[in-house]
């Protein structure tokens, strides 16, 4: 898998960190922001190709006696921003993780979903929506579908509305991006022709679809959406004009949208918000189903009874 730059800092994010600079005062700026990289460095165990830049420093408002210190961590083309406090002696330096309790942060991740024009497959006026950021040739999103759309249908009904997001991984998965090409092809005019589709392409990505060269490959994929706009009386004309002309911006949309909150892999996740990484078991999906329906105050379903009377 390729390396990011938040998997690398992955543990920035979690607790108040404290990172020692030395007892003396910095003899000058170019002396101190040599420590402080090599203090992150070694504080985190970096790749030598990870480069760091070590922006200037501003007062802080929140904490007298520090300053707010920004830290670039750039691998390849991928930067992100860390902020750190650091001491006016410049002995000390801080990383915190700021909770804002005036805000809601499931709220504030679902407000930055855009489901517009969406297909959705359950109840539209839900009060739990589950995101799912797929890729149609990821074997792990085809377990997850066959979870979603087999258990948690069955568990929940009307509960909950599904809505699919792509994210084609394209450097590993040749033909993902052409199948998400093809459903959102058939969206346009018809919903239920962009599930059944979806639901054809997860069930055969293991076997029919492997065969051949990529070419042969995606005009299977290509058959495979004719036919189900056949079956939902679309308009052909229109859908063979837009699955051959390939135009990926809605895709590109949606994998900018899926990296800004933080997606690297597939399946990937959001229940009203809360963010669920990779096929997990049916009943870890159900355990944040079942919160998000407490917390909207929605009765959760009582577990099934297990044969013999047993739960």
């Known amino acids: ?72 961590i750039a691998l390849g083309e991928q930067k992100q921003n860390y902020d ?11 990383r915190l993780s700021k909770m804002d309790l005036t ?12 489901l517009a024009g969406r297909p959705v497959r359950g109840n539209k006026d839900a009060k739990v929506t589950i995101v799912n950021f797929d890729d149609f040739q990821c074997p792990y999103c085809a377990m997850m579908h066959g979870t979603i759309m087999q258990d948690i249908f069955k568990t929940y009904g009307d509960k909950v509305k599904i809505v699919y997001k792509d994210f084609p991984l394209i450097e590993i998965h040749p033909w993902a991006k052409h199948a998400a090409i093809d459903a ?7 919903a239920p022709a962009y599930w059944d589709y979806a639901d054809e ?5 293991r076997d029919a679809l492997k065969a051949g060269n990529l070419d042969q490959q995606t005009q299977r994929l290509n058959d495979m959406a004719l ?23 809605a895709i590109r949309a949606s994998m900018d949208e899926a990296a800004s909150l933080g997606v690297e892999a597939t399946p990937t996740i959001f229940v009203n918000g809360q963010k669920i990484s990779g096929a997990v078991p049916p009943e870890e999906l159900k355990a944040f189903i079942d919160r998000a329906l407490a917390d909207a105050g929605e009765r959760v379903p009582a577990p099934a009874q ?4 047993g739960f």
């Open 84 to 94: 750190f406090l650091i001491s006016k002696d410049s002995t000390t330096m801080y």
């Open 201 to 205: 392409v997860h069930a055969h990505a």
């Open 227 to 249: 036919q189900q706009g056949q079956k939902a009386n679309v308009n052909l004309s229109e859908l063979q004009a837009c699955v051959a002309a390939q135009k990926d911006d």
């Open 1 to 72: 898998m390729k390396m990011s730059v938040s998997n690398i800092l992955r543990r920035f994010c979690g607790v108040a960190l404290l990172v020692c600079l030395g007892c003396a005062a910095q003899s000058n700026d170019a002396d101190l922001t040599h420590k402080i990289e090599r203090q992150i460095r070694a504080k985190y165990d970096l790749p030598g190709r990870v480069n760091i830049t070590i922006g200037p420093r501003t007062p802080s408002r929140e904490f007298p006696g520090f300053d707010n210190l920004t830290a670039t």
């Open 103 to 114: 805000k809601d942060p499931y709220a504030e991740v679902m407000s930055k979903i855009n």
């Open 184 to 190: 959102n092809c058939l969206a346009q005019q018809s």
């Open 306 to 309: 297990k044969p013999g009377g």
